[in-house]
């Protein structure tokens, strides 16, 4: 499990939305990360989960996103996946982010 290592955002493609479904505009970071110009320095490792499991990672959402206050929902996919194995996205949440 990967639990709030540093960087792990560049593992995954984030998903955004306001309510009216627009991409919530993105941080230096997050336009960084979308061009592909960020990149995890450290050790990487394959997670073969089993139907039923699940792993947890944590992105902070401010990091990459300007989240002003309403509704959002939030989905994430993996960047990169071995090859022969098709990319799953999350399942989609809904966060309130008020001041």
């Known amino acids: 499990m990967w639990k709030g290592r540093e ?6 493609r984030t998903y955004v939305r306001d309510e009216k479904g ?13 061009a592909g110009n960020v990149f995890f320095m450290g050790s990487a490792s394959t997670v073969t989960l089993q139907p039923g ?26 960047c990169c996946t071995a090859p022969g194995v098709a990319p799953v996205r999350s399942n ?5 982010v008020t001041k």
């Open 7 to 12: 960087g792990i955002d560049a593992h995954y």
């Open 22 to 34: 627009n991409l919530a505009p993105e941080t230096e970071r997050g336009r960084q990360l979308a």
């Open 53 to 78: 499991d699940s792993q947890t990672d944590e992105i902070t959402l401010n990091k990459l996103y300007v989240l002003d206050p309403g509704k959002y929902t939030v989905q994430v996919e993996p």
């Open 92 to 96: 989609t949440i809904t966060v309130t």
